[in-house]
Nanobody
Framework: VQLVESGGGLVQPGGSLRLSCAAS????????MSWYRQAPGRERELVAC????????YYADSVKGRFTISRDNGKNTVYLQMNSLKPEDTAVYYC???????????????WGQGTQVTVSS
């Protein structure tokens, strides 16, 4: 399994970022895919999940209405569009296959390096 996240950065409150996760070495189109985040001193949390065909989507209450998850099975890539960012969104963001749709548990124990998102004025 290989997962490579990108697109993070420093943004002001109210700003936007688009994260990408390029996946390889597994059958991407067979898995629901999730975005997770981990803030300092906190456990990793599930942010959003998209079914393998893209027809079912889950969002954590904290990001509902602001974040949009999408995927391109032809490119083995999952995206997270983040709008109206808040300081509390500051975290390292990771992607992984989901063990089941909207499950907090990832399918694989291997993780990418993540991408840092910092929301600050």
């Amino acid at each position: 399994v290989q997962l490579v996240e990108s697109g993070g950065g420093l943004v002001q409150p109210g700003g936007s970022l688009r994260l990408s996760c390029a996946a390889s070495r597994f059958t991407f189109s067979s898995y629901a895919m999730s975005w997770y985040r981990q803030a300092p001193g906190r456990e990793r949390e599930l942010v959003a999940c998209i079914s393998n065909a893209g027809d079912f989507i889950y969002y954590a209450d904290s990001v509902k209405g602001r974040f949009t998850i999408s995927r391109d099975n032809g490119k083995n890539t999952v995206y997270l569009q983040m709008n109206s960012l808040k300081p509390e969104d500051t975290a390292v963001y990771y992607c992984n296959a989901a063990s089941a749709f909207a499950s907090r548990r990832a399918a694989f124990t291997s993780w990418g390096q993540g991408t840092q998102v910092t929301v600050s004025s």
